[in-house]
């Protein structure tokens, strides 16, 4: 089973939010816009389960197998 990262909120402006991931051989970053769509910053750990939420916004991501 491949890792799960919880990613951390590092700034959200009410228009875009800025998550990362705080594992130190990761370091994944992307910013998930509230009107749709996400914009990958930094891939990181591309197998590693990334998960993350603020307040009633939620998201995860994965690899299709």
């Known amino acids: ?6 990613l951390n909120v590092e ?4 228009h875009e939010i800025l998550f990362v991931c ?5 370091q994944r970053r992307l910013v998930l816009k509230r ?3 996400m ?3 930094d891939r990181g750990d591309f197998y590693a389960r990334h ?4 307040g009633p916004l939620s998201m995860t991501s ?3 197998q």
Do not use: F, L, W
């Open 35 to 37: 009107s749709g769509g």
């Open 22 to 26: 705080p594992e130190t051989e990761c």
């Open 11 to 14: 700034s959200d402006n009410g």
């Open 39 to 41: 914009v990958v910053i």
């Open 62 to 64: 994965g690899v299709a």
């Open 51 to 54: 998960v993350g939420a603020t």
């Open 1 to 6: 089973m491949d890792a799960v990262h919880v």
